[in-house]
């Protein structure tokens, strides 16, 4: 099992700025503290985000069924791949520079890490990549969408936000 690296404080204590985790230096947008403050604490919400699905799956123009909702990049990417895993999935495969969390859900399962993504039964992309910022290339994607049978996350994290 490979030591995770990703978020939080190591042995040289927090740091002011840590884009890996939910952490803010400044504290919390007013304006969600205050919509928190103003929640009903005694309803539960939607546990299937109904209504933050629609919303989601209408702006981007997909169907809803495309849209998953996490608490956490973090949590998404591992219950995404034990998912996967479940359904039989034992082999993976990320880009050479990737998000360390990747690889960890997958060794989670003892799932094999392979050269060539179209014999990966789990595919991680991340467009624009980090560390480097650039996109993914064609050749790739035309691999990826030549064999259906292989599950492809296009993860767009360090897109930019635009209203």
């Not at 040289?12 to 700025?17: A, C, E, N, T």
């Not at 998953?68 to 034990?82: D, H, M, Q, W, Y």
Request: glycine share 6%.
């Amino acid at each position: 099992m490979n030591t995770r690296i990703h978020g939080g404080t190591d042995e040289h204590g927090p740091v002011p700025f840590d884009f890996s985790s939910n952490a803010n230096a400044v504290g919390p947008c007013p304006a969600v503290l205050n919509a928190v403050q103003q929640a009903d604490a005694l309803r539960y919400p939607d546990p299937n985000y109904t209504a933050l699905r629609t919303a989601l799956a209408d702006f981007h123009q997909v169907d809803e069924s495309r849209i998953v909702v996490a608490g956490s990049a973090s949590e998404f990417i591992l219950r995404l791949t034990t998912c996967q895993w479940r359904k039989g999935c034992n082999s993976y495969w990320v880009p050479q520079h990737a998000y360390g969390d990747y690889a960890h859900a997958a060794q989670v399962w003892d799932m094999e890490l392979v050269d060539d993504p179209s014999q990966a039964g789990l595919v991680w992309l991340c467009n624009p990549s980090s560390p480097l910022g650039q996109t993914e290339s064609t050749e790739l994607l035309k691999i990826v969408e030549a064999h259906p049978d292989v599950v492809a996350v296009l993860d767009c994290a360090y897109e930019p936000c635009v209203p």
